[in-house]
């Protein structure tokens, strides 16, 4: 018999996001299913999944893919709730952008009918970025939900990942037009940049790139002029506060630090001497992004209460990638 939380579904378990979602539901006491993309031959390792407390008894482990959507059926079966953390991600831009957003939007609007079909989901908590809100040209204003990216001045001006920008836009306005006409609950929670620890066996893209000044990924430099961060436990928090909450509407920031690159280099050399990282005078060189604020004014009136701060989400992302040995 299951526990007095019932059963949810996370999409895209193997994930950063998504494998600490799972770990956070665990904890919470939630059974959870979760989608992993077809393997035919086994060579996946799953086992930083197999292995979290509590998951021999309520994790369940299923294929679905995306371009298949009608694979998520299993999976959805008999869930409360569920989390589609899971989209394709092509920051370089090796297809084109029509390409993946047809397949992002087609992907969950078939995975919202089969949690419409099940009759037992109540809530679905899209996991939106904030991509989808801060790309519009409008620099100098703070950002709350209000907000969104502008398709057009994404394919016009082609700043970085515009492709997964306009994926995510269009697929967030989709869910919510959805959810609108047939009666679904759908909420959406939009994250920054995703920082602190991960269970997945790889570093994380986000974590990569805010440990750019220390791994001495250059390349990676214009992204840190004025990034917004958050730690990766806030988040999951964040879904599942969506998930429980009595009446959530709507969109929901998360994003609770900005910090600038002058910041960032600070708290590195001051804490973390034993690495070589660019002086402060090079780095006044570096040319790339200002990001707007991002407001999560909403999220906090609505009772979310965030952990942590910037200097957590570098010491837990640093000490896990220590004992990675990814530094």
């Known amino acids: 018999m299951e526990g007095k939380k019932g059963r949810v579904c996370v ?42 407390p509590g998951a021999s008894e309520k994790l369940q482990i299923f294929n679905a893919d995306l371009s298949n959507p009608d694979s998520f059926g299993a999976a959805v079966e008999g869930c409360i709730g569920v989390f589609h953390v899971a989209t394709p991600i092509d920051f370089q831009a090796k297809e084109p952008e029509e390409v993946v957003t047809k397949r992002t939007i087609d992907g969950a609007l078939r995975l ?37 990216s502008d398709v057009d001045f994404l394919r016009t001006c082609k700043p970085y990942a515009w492709p997964y920008a306009v994926s995510k836009t269009l697929t967030e306005k989709a869910v919510f037009e959805f959810g609108e006409q047939n009666g679904l609950e759908v ?58 909450h009595s009446n959530p509407k709507g969109r929901y920031n998360c994003s609770p630090c900005l910090m600038t690159i002058e910041e960032m280099h600070e708290l590195l050399s001051t804490n973390y001497p034993e690495f070589q990282i660019p002086t402060l005078e090079s780095l006044k060189e570096i040319k790339g ?39």
């Open 187 to 244: 909420v959406s929670l939009i994250p920054s940049l995703v920082h602190g620890p991960f269970v997945c066996p790889n570093i994380p893209g986000s974590v990569a790139l805010l440990l750019a000044l220390l791994l001495g990924n250059k390349e990676d430099y214009g992204m840190l002029l004025r990034p917004h961060l958050v730690h990766v436990d806030d988040v999951a928090r964040a879904h599942i506060f969506l998930l429980e």
């Open 112 to 148: 919202l009918k089969i949690c419409l079909n099940a009759k037992t989901v109540k809530r679905v908590v899209y996991t939106s970025s904030a991509s989808a809100v801060i790309n519009n040209g409008k620099e100098d204003e703070a950002m709350d939900e209000s907000f969104w």
């Open 11 to 52: 999409t895209g378990g193997t994930g950063f996001l998504g494998s600490w979602i799972i770990k956070t539901l665990l904890e919470h006491g939630y059974f959870v299913n979760t989608t992993v993309r077809f393997d035919p031959e086994r060579k996946r390792d799953l086992t930083f999944l197999t292995n979290l």
């Open 289 to 327: 992004f200002k990001l707007p604020d991002l407001s999560s004014k909403k999220l906090r009136d609505a009772g979310f209460e965030f952990k942590y701060g910037i200097k957590e989400m570098f010491e837990d992302a640093i000490q896990c990638c220590k004992e990675k040995a990814y530094l």
